[in-house]
């Protein structure tokens, strides 16, 4: 019988975990990215991440399988925060940088925009408009906002979404001149 050291052993468990897994964590990230190489990407960052995590072995096969879809989900996140992000001005400072080369019309129309917007931003709750300057202006996370608003994740999240659906309704209804 052959003696295997500590590093065989230890690989030996992680192919076993990347075997029974895989497939399954694969197809979760497929359905949170666009496309299935991002998704490989990202498959081989959470095997990655188990591969240090040493408590994991040690863990009931459910459990495991948890940790691993946590780890997916948030890699997918990042993915989407490092890509996706934009750079969030306030209104008056977005004014000012618009670009030279607009004709008159496009200026007026834009200049009409930014009205439109910061009236409809006016109309929100003083609390609607802090949560929408620490999400978009300061780029905080939805968990530290929670710990500013001394509420749930869950419920910041919601009071976002909602918070957004009202503000492209009243942007909407100034735009159709109501």
Excluded at 23 to 36: G, H, K, P
Excluded at 86 to 99: F, G, K, S, V, Y
């Amino acid at each position: 019988m052959d003696h295997l050291d500590g590093d065989e052993v230890q690989n030996g468990a992680e192919s076993t975990l990347y075997d029974r897994f895989a497939a399954t964590i694969l197809a979760y990230l497929c359905q949170l990215v666009s496309n299935r190489q991002d998704a490989e990407d990202l498959l081989l960052e959470v095997f990655m991440a188990a591969c240090k995590n040493e408590m994991l072995a040690g863990l009931a096969a459910g459990r495991q399988l948890a940790w691993l879809r946590r780890v997916a989900r948030n890699k997918a996140v990042d993915r989407y925060r490092h890509t996706a992000r934009l750079t969030m001005l306030p209104l008056e400072q977005a004014r000012e940088t618009e670009d030279e080369g607009l004709t008159l019309e496009q200026h007026a129309e834009r200049r009409e925009t930014y009205e439109r917007l910061s009236q409809a931003f006016g109309q929100l709750s003083p609390i609607q408009q802090e949560l929408i300057r620490l999400r978009y202006g300061r780029d905080l996370r939805l968990t530290q906002i929670a710990e500013m608003f001394e509420k749930p994740e869950g419920t910041v999240r919601k009071l976002l979404s909602r918070t957004l659906q009202r503000l492209r309704q009243l942007y909407e209804q100034r735009e159709r001149g109501e």
